[in-house]
């Protein structure tokens, strides 16, 4: 699949929209909001990001602009994440406002523990991006792909389509997560399905399941580390940035245009949580350029659309791939069937 | 003969326990068939821990017989979770498996961990520092950590793959981390010093009179540790060997991280498989963790029945004693290295595959040319983070904390389980099953619980530290119970025939005499409390986060430098920590003990 063409006018739109107001996106804020949000005086940000990398700069940056406004923060894999926002909320006695994550999302929803907000700093966001019912903007961009340690496989024998993937060289030399989202092995064979068709889809992942790829039970970047490490010299599902950031650093580590998937990272709001302006304020700041400008230092992939990845190529446009976009959605839409394909191939 | 519990018995004897020694009274109470204050000691207890343990217990039955609706409620009634566990893959293969493991591990850290206690305590081995310095450094190793190092080390591309394919074989890879055998050798190391420490607190409170006895007629050494030191600490291995076992069996997290790439499935492979999922399948979890408790009970009863006649065993009677150490003679070079070895394989090994993760810019084998990249980035950047300081602070109260309240229950509760007072057996059950929580599943009754107690203790460290208390409960009391067990009955009947009552015989006598038991629980669980993960991971609020917390929230982001960095320094604040607490404690020791 090419480029599609939402995104495409939703990039040229950003550019007419983001010539036409002026372009810190702060002074766009409604000062009743910063008022009220300074009422408050307090936000709690349940977060899956990394303290160090990003939470803290994030929130340092906030409370810099907005003194008077403390964010207080827990980090936590998604599953926890979700887990404690659904207690809070059955017991009726919410404590977090704010979260983030790829999946983090539905079983908040599900369980009814979501509230709505569009934030103006999104405008400027492709919709795919965003969702219409303001349940979840996206913050961060995550391309998945499969990448080689380039000490131990040459140029030459990396692979470049996915046929390649089924060379008998690589059995029982590749890994992936055990990841149960969309840049995990489910959102793989959901990629793959669409690519492929069903039929030929399920004949291509029946062949990869004799490859016996390592199901890793842990995350992206510890499966990377083992491809760094020199334990397996093809791993599948890594971020492509982790991948960027380790380069930069000198790891020998390439990552693979070979069938990027596209998702994407979202913030949204806790139904009833007690800072509800500030919540929102915070939001407008980490999807405003200033907020996002962050993001990119960090070595994550903005999602804004005026705002670079610190490796610009990592984005589709400026790299110019073509990928697979996978949204959180879509994952959740069809995740039954994706995980029970991995369960009976892969597990 | 001047032993100090003759001393303790000369302080009963002549008064120094409360109230005159009035004959008729006292002899009357104890051969009294009921003793009330006892009863109401029995009762108290089993109330707190009633208290502290039913309440999980209760969401753990109702959830397993529950459908789990996406709010995580629980609604209806349905036998699925129990009729996945039976129809589950492979249940005769993952039944087999953890079997195997399990049992294949708990024997290596018994050797491990009850050769080494036994050099410590009874004998005159060189080294004996080091091989505290070992169990303690890596007890306070966080799991994540010690395990990643060992799948370095053992792995692929690790250094006893690479310099056999350098020097042997460049195409094989002889060795495969991710088997069965890689998983029993981690298990192993990983609970030896819990081993270390219930066993050398036995050892060291063992008379050395049979001993001697032995080695006088012409035993020998062999014989004698055979004949003599092996029995009389039967109960005590027994209860131990049953103990790593069960905690074996339930374990998830070796074998998922070691097991699961290489496709070893064990029972718990689908527990874990469950509780990641979104959301997490804790119906699932809470049946197994059910049917683990009907087991779990079992064997308990089981135990109980064997140590009935544990009253045979116990070396510390009326008689004053000085456990003298046993001279090893041209053994002692052997004993040293055994030590040695045993430090190198545990702790070396490991940590100086931490200290290389922690000096290279990004995850790499151990090779020469690699020397060059290193960096103390990861150093600076831990350094340069005062927010860990408050997370220390945090992690060093609550585990302290949990560490004494956990033994000054387990001092009570162990004594009447171990003496067979009424309620003993009860005590027993209650104190141990917390044994067989997934940690999540515990997580989420206790997240349930806090935000609907009246008294706001939710995202607090109070929360973390009820948590802990329940969680390592059964670790303090197998502490606690085998201390008991080497103290003969006789010395408390003596108390309560010069008229102590219970408090002042529990104070006076049990106490000083369990102090190393109860020492080398408090500090067990400090250092384990300390380097918990799943339970901060869930229940910690914005002021209440550990180091854990931050370790994990790295070492999931990829930040495997910086985790080493700071897990090391980590370690050698702790290391300190706990060498403090155990000068202090060996010092108290001392004055029971002689020794």
């Not at chain 1, 890994?175 to 959901?190: L, N, V």
């Not at chain 1, 291509?204 to 970047?221: D, G």
């Not at chain 2, 219930?198 to 004698?224: K, P, Q, Y």
Request: with cysteine; glycine share 8%.
């Amino acid at each position: 699949m090419r480029f599609p063409q939402a995104l495409l006018r939703a990039a040229t739109a950003a550019v007419v929209v983001t010539t036409a107001i002026p372009p810190t996106s702060g002074q766009t804020i409604d000062s009743s909001l910063i008022e009220a949000a300074k009422k408050e005086g307090e936000v709690v940000w349940y977060t899956t990001l990394v303290v160090t990398q990003i939470v803290r700069p994030l929130v340092q940056a906030f409370e810099k602009k907005y003194p008077g406004i403390k964010v207080s923060y827990t980090a936590a894999p998604f599953q926890e994440v979700a887990t404690r926002i659904v207690n809070e909320g059955r017991a009726a006695n919410v404590k977090g406002d704010l979260f983030d994550g790829g999946a983090t999302f539905y079983p908040i929803n599900a369980a009814g523990f979501a509230a709505p907000y569009k934030p103006a700093a999104a405008a400027a966001y492709p919709a795919e991006f965003k969702d219409p019912n303001g349940f979840w903007t996206a913050n961060i961009v995550q391309v998945v792909s499969p990448a080689i340690n380039t000490d131990l496989v040459p140029a030459n024998d990396a692979p470049r389509a996915l046929n390649d993937l089924l060379d008998p060289k690589w059995r029982g030399r590749m890994a992936w997560t055990d990841a149960p989202s969309a840049g995990g092995p489910p959102g793989f064979i959901g990629a793959i399905l669409l690519t492929l068709g069903k039929e030929k889809g399920m004949e291509f992942l029946t062949k990869l399941a004799e490859q016996r790829i390592a199901n890793i039970p842990s995350n992206q970047r510890v499966v990377l580390d083992q491809n760094i490490g020199g334990q397996y010299p093809l791993v599948l599902c890594i971020y492509n940035y982790h991948a960027a950031i380790s380069a930069s650093q000198g790891a020998p580590v390439q990552w693979l245009k070979v069938l990027p998937i596209l998702t994407f990272g979202t913030v949204g709001m806790v139904k009833n949580g007690p800072h509800p302006n500030a919540t929102k304020l915070f939001i407008e700041f980490m999807l405003s350029e200033e907020g996002q400008k962050i993001h990119a230092e960090a070595g994550y992939i903005p999602a804004h659309p005026n705002v670079p990845a610190k490796s610009p190529e990592l984005k589709p446009e400026i790299g110019k791939y073509e990928y697979k976009l996978v949204s959180p959605e879509m994952y959740n839409a069809n995740s039954a069937e994706w995980t029970s394909i991995y369960k009976k191939l892969f597990q | 003969m001047t032993g100090n519990s003759e001393i303790t018995l000369s302080k009963v004897a002549s008064g120094r326990v409360n109230g005159p020694a009035r004959l008729s009274g006292p002899v009357l109470r104890y051969f009294r068939l009921v003793d009330y204050p006892l009863i109401a000691l029995s009762t108290a207890i089993i109330v707190v821990i009633g208290l502290l343990v039913l309440p999980p217990i209760w969401t753990l039955i109702r959830t397993s017989f529950a459908n789990t609706m996406p709010n995580l409620s629980t609604a209806g009634f349905t036998l699925d979770h129990y009729i996945n566990l039976v129809t589950g893959r492979n249940l005769a293969v993952s039944a087999v498996n953890s079997i195997g493991f399990a049992t294949c591990a708990t024997a290596l850290s018994l050797i491990i961990g009850g050769i080494l206690a036994w050099l410590i305590e009874r004998t005159d081995a060189p080294l004996k520092g080091l091989a505290y310095v070992t169990t303690i450094v890596s007890l306070g190793t966080p799991y994540i950590l010690y395990v990643t190092a060992w799948l370095y080390l053992l792995g692929r591309a690790g250094p006893f793959n690479d310099l056999y394919r350098t020097w042997i074989d460049p195409t094989s890879t002889p060795f495969n981390v991710n088997s069965l055998t890689g998983m029993i050798l981690i298990e192993g190391f990983l609970w030896s010093p819990l081993v270390f420490l219930l066993l050398s607190s036995t050892f060291r409170a063992a008379n050395a009179d049979m001993e001697e006895a032995a080695r006088m007629s012409g035993a020998s050494i062999l014989d004698t540790i055979r004949l003599i030191s092996i029995k009389l600490a039967r109960p005590a291995l027994l209860a131990l060997a049953l103990f790593v076992f069960i905690r074996n069996i339930e374990a998830f997290e070796v074998p998922a991280l070691v097991g699961m790439p290489g496709r070893v499935d064990v029972l718990t492979t689908e527990l874990y498989k469950s509780i990641k999922e979104v959301p997490p399948r804790i119906g699932y979890a809470s049946a197994f963790s059910v049917v683990m408790l009907i087991i779990v009970g079992a064997l308990l009863l089981l135990y109980g029945r064997i140590s009935k006649q544990a009253e045979r065993y116990a070396s510390i009677t009326g008689k004053g004693f000085r456990p003298r150490p046993f001279a090893l003679g041209r053994g002692r070079w052997i004993a040293g290295f055994v030590i040695l070895v045993n430090f190198a394989i545990v702790l070396a090994l490991p940590i100086s595959a931490i200290l290389w993760t922690s000096l290279m810019p990004f995850v790499r084998p151990m090779r020469w040319v690699a020397l060059g990249t290193t960096t103390i980035k990861h150093y600076e950047a831990v350094v340069s983070s005062p927010y860990y300081l408050g997370l220390a602070l945090n992690t060093l109260v609550v585990s302290a904390a949990t560490a004494t309240v956990v033994m000054l229950l387990a001092l009570v509760a162990g004594w009447l389980a171990a003496r067979r007072k009424p309620g003993a057996a009860m005590i027993d059950q209650l104190i141990t099953m917390p044994l067989v929580f997934p940690g999540l599943v515990l997580g989420i009754a206790l997240l349930e619980i806090g935000l609907r107690l009246p008294i706001p203790i939710y995202g607090t460290l109070w929360l973390i530290g009820l948590a802990f208390v329940i969680r390592y409960m059964p670790y303090g009391m197998r502490y606690a119970y085998s201390g008991v067990m080497q103290i003969h009955s006789e010395l408390e009947q003596a108390a309560s025939v010069s008229g102590a009552n219970i408090r002042e015989s529990l104070r006076l006598i049990v106490g000083p005499l369990l102090i190393p038991a109860l020492t080398s629980g408090w500090l067990f669980i400090f250092l384990i409390a300390a380097k918990e993960m799943s339970l901060p991971l869930l229940l910690a609020g914005p002021s209440s986060q550990t180091i854990s917390v931050a370790m994990f929230d790295l070492w999931a982001n990829g930040q495997g430098g910086e985790v080493a960095a700071l897990g090391l320094m980590w370690v050698t604040f702790m290391t300190i920590v706990a060498t403090i607490f155990y000068r202090v404690a060996r010092r108290l020791s001392l004055t029971s003990f002689g020794h």
